[in-house]
Structure formats: structure tokens, C-alpha cells
């Protein structure tokens, strides 16, 4: 007995196991250990060593680290691990990193890659090939295949078409509830992730739907049309997949029916793909605001990212003149009281952050659908309310300082009307902006900014001076 228990303490021939690197730390960041382990193994090309690091990996880390490599480990990565390596990781990376990788890889590894992927992953992968390369990968593929995701391919990007999946189970609506589960049951290649069956009449047009708990709640002998939902949840594949996600959010749905224009059955929308669809939009609304081009990513080059950002800041600088005109318009006032200069940008600032959140808030509303002709105007009024409210306050909050400051309480109520003025108009230019684009039909996210910016700098001077000269010339 005690032999056993000296012989359990005692450490392997090999010494101690190390515990298994961990992909991240306690804080959620990348381990710089684990991403110089993976290095190591790609450049030493030791592929079981680089099978023991990401053996459990979900494809979400496995894009993760893709990302956080080097460009030219990337794609010998995806060599070393073969058949271990899911291509399901290419749909969570930047689409720049993903072109560059696919760049690199052969033709038929990219085949082989996506022959197991589901259609909307795959077509995510292929709609990033030049389109000669495309062709050859498609050409690679079971005719089956190849059909269901050129069919795909030729729906309009950002379409509902785009983003669904192929893989669907349909059955007739004289089936019964037993000849249906026992189809589930033994046929092999049927979806991943399903939610409700399919009823198709033999031309393939949609004629129902049976939620699974439904199904499985219902006797074996019941048609399957007896217990179908003759109204299911659709969508026409040429819809836009914005258009889609609201309708989701909307009825939260877990799924939906693709047609096309004949209402036939091409494919089904789940929610998981409407998840990247909302993040995706949200995204680019956030980027347009700032006057970045929505598909900007992190990984994009220097001059390319440079390029995109110019156009806006160009037009910034150009609308800053008609601001500096105003300046320049109250030059002898400015001279004689150098006060005016140093609050003049307190009053910019202001006006400029007042703007911003009331264009924030009517943009994002708009997209939303929740700002519209029913209530504009009284969105419009409670803006100008809220304006008028913050500029009285702050009025009194920096006219008490800019008094005290200069000693003179003149000034003090010159920024204070200022303030007023400015935050009012803030308000109303920062959502009668948004409002006139989108009437025009021009996206307010994308073009609201220089707006808002302009109007509120030259509202904010021209009150600030008008007053300073108007109130010291009496």
C-alpha cells in the first residue's frame, strides 16, 4: 500500500505535464504566448503540434487567430492543419484578410474546403474570389452543389438570396406525422441546424410550414396538412437582407422561408445569420457617421484606408471656410476684445456635441424605421425643447464662469444668449438634416455630418459675435 502511494507522487519518466496554453487571458485578450507557440509551429511546419493548439478551437477562435497572424502564416496554417482545419473560419474574419488568404491557397484546397460548409458559408467564401477563380472552385463541386450555390451567387449582394441556406427538409402535406419523423430518422445528410419543416407541392411552390414542437407534439397518423401553418413566415429572395432582419426583430422569428418570384421553396433564413446581419448594419451606420466607408476594416492597408477617409474630410474642410468667413466678418470685434476669441471655441464645441447627438439619435431611428411622417414633428419639437433646456442651463453654467473669469458680467451674458442660440439650433439642425436627406432619398448616415458640422459652427459663431458686437456697440 504504501509502494502505490509513493509510486502516484512520484512524476512521470518526462517529467511534469504543462498545462495546455491558453487562446486567451483572464482579461479576454489574446495570449501573446499561445499566438508565438502557433507561430513557432507554422515556421517549424509541425503540424501535430499545431493540431494539439487548436484541437478544440470553435470557428469563431480559429478566426481570431488567423487575424492575429502574421499575413504570410495565414494561409500555410490552413496547409498544415489539412482536413483538421474548418473553413467555416474564413466567414469570421475581415474580408480583406480573407481575399489575401484565398489569394494564396490553390483552387482545389479551397474546393475541398468548402464542400462540407453550409451553402451560405460557402457562398460568403466564394462571393471573394475573383470571379475566373470562382468558376474553377465551382467547377470542382458535385453538379448538385455547384447548382444550389450558383443559384446563390446570382441573387443580388445583400440579398435575402445571398444569405440563406440551401439546405432545407420539405415534404408533401399528404405525408403523416410518422412518415415524416421517420424520414428525419434515417436519412443521413439532412441540415445541421433546422427549426420547422417545409410543405411543398410537387412544383416545389411553398404551401406551409410545422414548427418541431408541433410536429413532435402531434400523433403519428395526423397529416402533415392538418397541423401546418398555411401562412408561414417568408421571404422573397431578391429582398433585402436589412429589410429581413427587421422582420425578424420584429416577429422575433427563428426562421424563415426563402421563395422566389413563383413562391417557390429556394432556401431558409435562420437566426444566427441574422445576427451577423444586424452587427454588420450597425457597423456600417457607425462607420457612415464618422465619414468612414462601411466596409473599412482593421487590416485594410494604409493608402487604402487613407483614401476612404479623404473624401469626407475634405468636404469638412471646405464647409470649415464658410465658417472662417463668419469669423472673418467680425475681425474688428474680435481685435478689440481678445475675450471673444478665447470662449469662441466653447461655444463651437458645444454646439458641435449637441448636434452630433441629436443627428446620432435621428439617423439611427430612421434606419430603424421609428422617426417617420407620423411623428416627425413631434420628435422635431421635443428636440428643440430639449436643445432650448440644455442651453438655458448651461447659459447660466457658463455665464457665471466666463463673469467671473474676465470680470466682466457683460461677456458672462453674451456666451450665455450665445449658448442658447446655438444648442437650439444644434438641436434642430442635428435632426431637420437627417430628415431632408432621407426625403431626398440620400442616406442620412452617410451625409449628415459635414452638414450638422457646418451649421452648427456658423449658427454658433455668427450668434456668439453678432451678439458680442451688436451688445458693446450699443
Not at 477562435?61 to 473553413?87: K, V
Not at 411553398?206 to 418541431?212: E, I, R
Not at 427563428?254 to 448594419?281: F, Q, T, Y
Amino acid at each position: 500500500m504504501m509502494e502505490v502511494e509513493n509510486s502516484a507522487t512520484l512524476p512521470p519518466p518526462d517529467g511534469p505535464i504543462p498545462p495546455p496554453l491558453a487562446f486567451r487571458d483572464e482579461e479576454g485578450e489574446l495570449n501573446p504566448e499561445f499566438l508565438a507557440a502557433a507561430a513557432d509551429a507554422i515556421e517549424a511546419s509541425d503540424a501535430e503540434r499545431l493540431r494539439e493548439l487548436v484541437e478544440d478551437f470553435h470557428e469563431s477562435e480559429l478566426g481570431d487567430l488567423l487575424e492575429a497572424l502574421a499575413p504570410e502564416h495565414r494561409p500555410r496554417l490552413i496547409e498544415l492543419l489539412g482536413s483538421a482545419f474548418d473553413f467555416t473560419a474564413l466567414t469570421e474574419v475581415d474580408e480583406a484578410v480573407r481575399e489575401e488568404i484565398l489569394e494564396e491557397l490553390e483552387t482545389s484546397t479551397v474546393a475541398e474546403g468548402v464542400r462540407d460548409l453550409d451553402s451560405d458559408d460557402a457562398v460568403t467564401i466564394l462571393e471573394s474570389l475573383p470571379d475566373e477563380e470562382k468558376a474553377e472552385v465551382l467547377e470542382q463541386l458535385p453538379a448538385m452543389e455547384r447548382v444550389a450555390l450558383q443559384r446563390s451567387l446570382d441573387y443580388p449582394e445583400d440579398s435575402a438570396g445571398r444569405r440563406m441556406q440551401t439546405e432545407f427538409i420539405a415534404v408533401p402535406p399528404f405525408w403523416t406525422v410518422g412518415q415524416t419523423i421517420d424520414f428525419m430518422r434515417e436519412t443521413a445528410d439532412l441540415p445541421e441546424t433546422f427549426y420547422e419543416i417545409f410543405v411543398i407541392d410537387p412544383a416545389g411552390h411553398l404551401l406551409g410550414a410545422v414548427a418541431l414542437d408541433r410536429l413532435l407534439r402531434s400523433k403519428r397518423p395526423i397529416t402533415i396538412q392538418e397541423i401546418m401553418d398555411d401562412e408561414p413566415d417568408r421571404v422573397e429572395a431578391t429582398e433585402h437582407q436589412e429589410e429581413v432582419a427587421r422582420l425578424f426583430e420584429r416577429f422575433n422569428l427563428v426562421s424563415a422561408a426563402v421563395v422566389d418570384e413563383a413562391n417557390r421553396l429556394v432556401g431558409v433564413i435562420l437566426v444566427d445569420d441574422i445576427v451577423d446581419v444586424l452587427e454588420e448594419e450597425a457597423d456600417a451606420d457607425i462607420k457612415q457617421l464618422g465619414g468612414v466607408k462601411p466596409d473599412e476594416e482593421l487590416s485594410d492597408t494604409i493608402l487604402y484606408t487613407q483614401r476612404s477617409r479623404f473624401p469626407w474630410l475634405f468636404a469638412n474642410m471646405c464647409t470649415a471656410f464658410l465658417a472662417a468667413g463668419v469669423i472673418r466678418a467680425f475681425e474688428d470685434s474680435i481685435q478689440s476684445m481678445v475675450a471673444l476669441a478665447i470662449l469662441m471655441p466653447i461655444v463651437a464645441s458645444m454646439g458641435g456635441n449637441a448636434g452630433t447627438q441629436t443627428m446620432t439619435v435621428a439617423v439611427r431611428a430612421l434606419a430603424t424605421r421609428d422617426l417617420g411622417r407620423s411623428n416627425a414633428w413631434r420628435i422635431i419639437l421635443r428636440e428643440a425643447a430639449v436643445g432650448l433646456l440644455n442651453g438655458i442651463v448651461f447659459a447660466v453654467i457658463m455665464g457665471g464662469m466666463a463673469a467671473l473669469w474676465f470680470q466682466s458680467p457683460e461677456i458672462g451674458l453674451v456666451i450665455g444668449l450665445a449658448l442658447i442660440t446655438v444648442l437650439t439650433f444644434a438641436a434642430l439642425g442635428g435632426i431637420f438634416v437627417p430628415l431632408t436627406l432621407n426625403r431626398m432619398g440620400v442616406d442620412p448616415a452617410v451625409s449628415s455630418g459635414p452638414f450638422v458640422t457646418t451649421i452648427t459652427d456658423i449658427v454658433g459663431f455668427f450668434s456668439f459675435l453678432g451678439i458680442a458686437t451688436l451688445w458693446f456697440n450699443l
